[in-house]
């Protein structure tokens, strides 16, 4: 009986396997055709500032509506687009458009927490291995009038630990035209400490791992508050992501969280709806502790 429990065990998971690989071909294939298609939409999710109950900053975050899958995860599909290639462009497209909702907001409100309004994107390792993205981009910043400091760009742990060429280099033309840098997910890689001295970054974001538990956890709780401490002392401002509670936010805000981002605040919305958000609220002012 093991023996036959074995055999089909194996049969469901190759023919499992069969399906995912099949599956994810499909995806590229139609992948290919889809920012042409205008299938690929970037949403806007709303952070605020701690300080002054402002919502000073947004993340772009790309959105796939299939014509028959419907609504597909960038989870998914980010690591496909990285695979085959098409990244780049749709890279660089995603850089545009929030490029130009930043140059939109800050049209509208010039300052907002004291600080122009900032759209983070989000760069994977392999838009790093062409070396000139970064002029590309602060060329058409200049195009469109925009302040650099409203770009910050959003890598991860395994970049800094990859064999890509001249990250540090790359890191410092983005710094040198004006952008900032936020290392995304932090805690959920290797966290080695000596990369926050080694790289040029600006914002460290907490993962929703260590947030998700934190009002009950009294680990995620000292992990949250050596971050922040340690961030600081570096000169690095720390977001904290996944902020769902009100019981979150007050931890994270009295642990020195400058910036929060959460569905607590806003989902990520459509371009429109992001537009109409940060323009109705003339201040837009969110509760960001009750301290
Ligand atoms: P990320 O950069 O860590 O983005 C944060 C994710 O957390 C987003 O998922 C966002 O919708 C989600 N999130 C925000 N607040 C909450 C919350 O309170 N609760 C919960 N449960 N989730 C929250 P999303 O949009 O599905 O994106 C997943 C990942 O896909 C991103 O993680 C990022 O790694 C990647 N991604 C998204 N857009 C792009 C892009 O334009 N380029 C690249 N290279 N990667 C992207
Ligand atoms: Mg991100
Ligand atoms: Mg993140
Ligand atoms: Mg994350």
């Not at 800050?106 to 790093?128: E, H, K, T, W």
Request: net charge negative; hydrophobic share 45%; aromatic share 8%.
């Amino acid at each position: 009986a093991a023996k036959e429990q074995g055999r089909n065990g194996f049969s469901f998971f190759t023919r499992e396997m069969q399906t995912q690989s099949q599956n994810r071909l499909h995806l590229a294939n139609d992948l290919r055709e889809a920012l042409a298609n205008n299938q690929l939409q970037v949403w806007f999710q709303p952070i605020a500032e701690v300080a002054t109950g402002e919502v000073v900053k947004a993340e772009a975050l790309l959105r796939w509506v299939h014509p028959d899958r419907g609504m597909v995860s960038p989870a998914q599909f980010v690591p496909i687009a990285e695979e085959n290639g098409c990244i780049h462009d749709i890279g660089n497209w995603v850089f545009q458009r929030s490029a130009l909702m930043a140059k939109q907001w800050s049209d509208l409100f010039p300052s907002v927490g004291g600080d122009a309004p900032s759209i983070s994107v989000n760069l994977s390792p392999r838009q790093f291995t062409r070396g000139d993205f970064s002029d590309h981009w602060a060329a058409y910043i200049n195009e469109i009038g925009l302040q650099t400091e409203s770009i910050v760009v959003e890598i991860t742990e395994g970049l800094l630990l990859s064999d890509a060429s001249d990250i540090l280099g790359k890191l410092e033309n983005l710094r040198a035209a004006g952008m900032q840098v936020a290392l995304d997910d932090f805690g959920t890689g290797y966290s080695a400490m000596a990369y926050l001295k080694k790289f040029p970054i600006d914002y460290l974001k907490i993962d929703r791992s260590f947030v998700r538990d934190i009002d009950a956890d009294a680990n995620d709780r000292a992990i949250a508050e050596a971050i922040v401490a340690m961030a600081h002392k570096l000169g690095i401002k720390v977001v904290a992501e996944g902020v769902e509670t009100e019981a979150q936010r007050d931890i994270l805000a009295s642990v020195g969280c400058e910036y929060l981002q959460g569905y607590l605040y806003a989902k990520p919305m459509p371009e429109d709806e992001f537009l109409a958000y940060v323009s109705h609220r003339a201040a837009p002012r969110v509760k960001v502790a009750s301290l």
